[in-house]
C-alpha cells in the first residue's frame, strides 16, 4: 500500500468559485448578486462537533505546509472582493460578497434612497390617518349635536351617536406620536375648536375624553405649537385662542392637571413671553388669566414661577400702570389678573424674598401714592406679601420706605392735592390694609426703630387713627349683628325641624364662616390691633378705654372677640408644627393675658 497516495492533498480546482463582475455592473446586477449572497449566507448549515474536529486537524495539518506564504498572500482577494477577509464566522470560515469597494458603495445608495421612499410613504399614510380621524371626529360631533338638537328629551335616540363620538374622540389619542403633522391639521380643520366646544358636552363621559385626550396626549403638543403660530396671522391667532381655551377649560375640570402642564411643557416660559407684549389684544389678556389660574393652587408652578424670573417679569410690566390707567375694561381685566397672579405667589416664603430682592415693596408704595386703578391693587399684593413669619424683613422694608405715611393716608381716607374733599376708602381696601398694620404689629421686632414709629403713627394726630380704628369696630359690630339674627333663625328652624343632631360640626362651621364675612372677621381684626396698641403704649389705652366707654363698651368686649378667635383657629395647621399659625394663637393667648392683668388692676 502507497501510503503517500492516502494523505496526498487534492488539488484545489482552478479559477475557485468566485464570480468575475463587469467593471460597471449595473443596479439589477448588483441587487441580483446581494440578494445571492445573502441567500447563500444563510443556507449554510452548522457542523456538528466531530467534523469541527475533523476540519480543524486538517487546517492545523495545512499550516505548516502554507503558514510561510500567508503574510505573502493576505494582500490578495480573487476578484478584488471587499469582503474576502473581513467576513469571517468563529469557526475560521470565511464568505466574501464578491464586491468591490466601489460596487459596494452603490449598493449603498441605492439602499438609503429605497429607505427614504419607504419612509416618504409612511409619512404620507400618517397624515391620511389624521385626516381620516378628525373627519370621523367632525362627522360624529354634527350628527350627535343634530340628533340631540331633534330629539332633547329622547336618549335612545342619540345613545348610538354618542357612542360614535366617544371612538372618534378616543381615536385621536395616537396624535400625539406625530405632533408635527397632527398639529397642523387640527388647525386647519378646525378641530380645535371642536374640542373646546366639546368640554361643555351635556355627558360628562364626552367631557372626560376630552380631558384624557388633552392631558394624555396633546399637552405637549398644543404647547409646542404655541411658539410655531405667527399671531399676525387671522387663523393662527384664533388658533392660539383656542388653545388657550383648552387649558382654561380642562384645568377647570381637573385642577391637578395645572401642575402637570407646568412642570411637563414650556407654556410657564411662553405665558410670562406673551404677558409682555408692548400693545393689548385678546391674546393676552387671556395668557394673564391663564397665569393666574395656573398659580392659584400649586406650590410647584409658584416655585417654579420665582425660578423662571417671573417675579421681576410681572413688576416690570406691572410698572406701566404706575402712571397711567388702563385703557379700557379688558385691559383693566388684564392687569388685575397679573396682580392676583403676584399674589397668589405670595404664599410661598421664596417668592417674598424674591419679591423684596426686586424692590416690589418699592413699587407698590409708588403706585399707591398716583391714585389710579392700580392703587387698591397694590395694597392687596402688600397684605400678601407682610403676612406670616416670612414677611417679616417684607414689613421693615416697607417702613424704611417711608411706606407708613402713604399707607394712612389711604386708611384715614386723606384727599390728596387735586381732591378738595376726604375721599371714602373703599371697603376691601380697609381690609387689606388692617392686615397690613397686624402684620406690622405682629413682626416688627421689639424697641426697633421700625416699630417705634408704627406706633407714634397711632399717637399723632391726638390719636385719630384710633377713632377711625373704633369706628370701623362699630361698622363691624352693626353687620355682624345682622348676620347673628340670621344665622340664630336657621339654628332654630334647623332644631324644630331636624332636633339638635341637625346641628352637625360642619353645619357649626358653616354658619361661624358666615359670620366672617358678615363682619366678625373685621372685628377680630380691629380688636387684634387694638390690643397690640393698649398693651404697648399707655396714653392709647386711656384713649381707646375712654371711647368705649361714650360707646357703652369696654375692655371685656375687645377679650370677648379675641377668646373666640383664639377658640378658631385652625388646630391641623398649629399641629403639623407651621411657625406662622402656631405662633399666632400663642400671641392671642398673650394679649389676652395682658389685657386681663390691666382689667384687675
Not at 6 to 31: A, M, W
Not at 197 to 222: M, Q, R, W
Request: proline share 3%; with cysteine.
Amino acid at each position: 500500500m502507497d501510503i503517500d497516495k492516502l494523505f496526498k492533498v487534492p488539488k484545489l480546482p482552478i479559477g475557485g468559485s468566485k464570480r468575475k463582475l463587469p467593471d460597471n455592473p449595473s443596479p439589477e446586477i448588483l441587487k441580483k448578486l446581494k440578494m445571492d449572497t445573502d441567500s447563500v449566507s444563510r443556507a449554510i448549515p452548522i457542523s456538528d462537533g466531530n467534523s469541527k474536529n475533523h476540519r480543524t486537524t486538517t487546517r492545523s495539518n495545512r499550516a505548516t505546509v502554507e503558514e510561510a506564504d500567508d503574510d505573502n498572500e493576505r494582500g490578495f482577494a480573487p476578484g478584488g472582493d471587499a469582503d474576502y477577509f473581513a467576513e469571517e464566522d468563529e469557526e475560521g470560515r470565511f464568505f466574501g460578497g464578491g464586491l468591490t469597494s466601489e460596487q459596494k458603495e452603490i449598493l449603498n445608495i441605492f439602499d438609503k434612497t429605497e429607505g427614504e421612499t419607504i419612509e416618504d410613504e409612511a409619512q404620507d399614510m400618517s397624515i391620511m390617518q389624521v385626516r381620516r380621524s378628525l373627519q370621523a371626529l367632525e362627522r360624529a360631533v354634527n350628527k350627535n349635536q343634530d340628533q340631540r338638537s331633534k330629539y332633547p328629551d329622547e336618549p335612545s335616540k342619540f345613545i348610538d351617536s354618542e357612542a360614535d363620538l366617544d371612538s372618534a374622540i378616543k381615536a385621536l389619542l395616537p396624535l400625539s406620536q406625530s405632533p408635527l403633522l397632527a398639529y397642523p391639521e387640527l388647525v386647519q380643520s378646525g378641530s380645535l375648536t371642536l374640542l373646546v366646544g366639546l368640554l361643555t358636552h351635556e355627558n360628562v363621559d364626552i367631557v372626560i375624553d376630552v380631558v384624557e385626550l388633552v392631558a394624555n396626549s396633546a399637552l405637549e403638543l398644543l404647547v409646542d405649537n404655541l411658539m410655531r403660530l405667527n399671531e399676525q396671522e387671522e387663523a393662527d391667532r384664533q388658533g392660539v385662542f383656542h388653545v388657550l381655551g383648552i387649558f382654561e377649560n380642562v384645568i377647570g375640570f381637573n385642577p391637578a392637571l395645572a401642575s402637570n402642564l407646568v412642570s411637563k411643557t414650556k407654556i410657564l416660559e411662553w405665558l410670562l413671553n406673551r404677558i409682555q407684549s408692548k400693545t393689548h389684544d385678546e391674546n393676552r389678556g387671556y395668557s394673564a388669566e391663564l397665569l393666574c389660574i395656573l398659580l392659584q393652587n400649586s406650590t410647584g408652578n409658584k416655585i417654579l414661577l420665582g425660578e423662571s424670573n417671573g417675579v421681576e417679569l410681572l413688576l416690570k410690566v406691572l410698572s406701566q400702570f404706575r402712571r397711567r390707567d388702563p385703557i379700557d375694561a379688558d385691559e383693566t381685566e388684564y392687569m388685575e389678573n397679573l396682580f392676583d397672579a403676584l399674589c397668589s405667589a405670595m404664599s410661598e416664603p421664596t417668592i417674598k424674598k424674591t419679591f423684596l430682592d426686586a424692590e416690589g415693596p418699592d413699587l407698590m408704595i409708588l403706585m399707591i401714592k398716583e391714585k389710579h386703578e392700580s392703587k387698591s391693587r397694590s395694597i392687596k399684593v402688600l397684605d400678601y406679601a407682610m403676612s406670616g413669619p416670612a414677611g417679616a424683613p417684607v414689613c421693615e422694608a416697607f417702613v424704611e420706605a417711608l411706606g407708613l405715611k402713604t399707607l394712612f393716608t389711604v386708611f384715614m381716607g386723606k384727599p390728596s392735592k387735586r381732591q378738595k374733599t376726604n375721599v371714602e376708602t373703599a371697603s376691601e381696601d380697609i381690609g387689606h390694609i388692617l392686615g397690613i398694620i397686624s402684620s406690622l404689629l405682629t413682626y416688627l421686632p421689639s424697641d426697633s426703630a421700625c416699630r417705634i414709629r408704627v406706633l407714634a403713627k397711632f399717637v399723632e394726630g391726638e390719636y385719630e387713627k384710633i377713632d377711625k380704628l373704633l369706628e370701623l369696630r362699630d361698622g363691624a359690630r352693626k353687620r355682624l349683628k345682622t348676620t347673628d339674627s340670621e344665622v340664630e333663625k336657621e339654628r332654630q328652624d334647623i332644631l324644630n325641624t331636624e332636633g339638635e343632631h341637625g346641628l352637625s360640626s360642619d353645619a357649626e362651621d358653616a354658619f361661624y364662616i358666615r359670620r366672617l364675612d358678615g363682619g366678625l372677621f373685621t372685628l377680630q381684626t380691629v380688636d387684634y390691633i387694638l390690643a397690640w396698641l393698649m398693651m404697648e403704649d399707655d396714653g392709647i389705652r386711656n384713649h381707646a378705654l375712654r371711647m368705649l366707654d361714650r360707646r357703652n363698651q369696654s375692655l371685656e368686649d375687645i377679650l370677648q372677640t379675641l377668646r373666640l378667635y383664639h377658640d378658631h383657629v385652625d388646630d391641623d395647621y398649629a399641629t403639623s408644627g407651621t411657625e406662622a399659625t402656631t405662633s399666632q394663637r400663642t400671641i392671642l393667648q398673650a394679649l389676652i393675658s395682658s389685657l386681663d392683668a390691666t382689667q384687675t388692676t
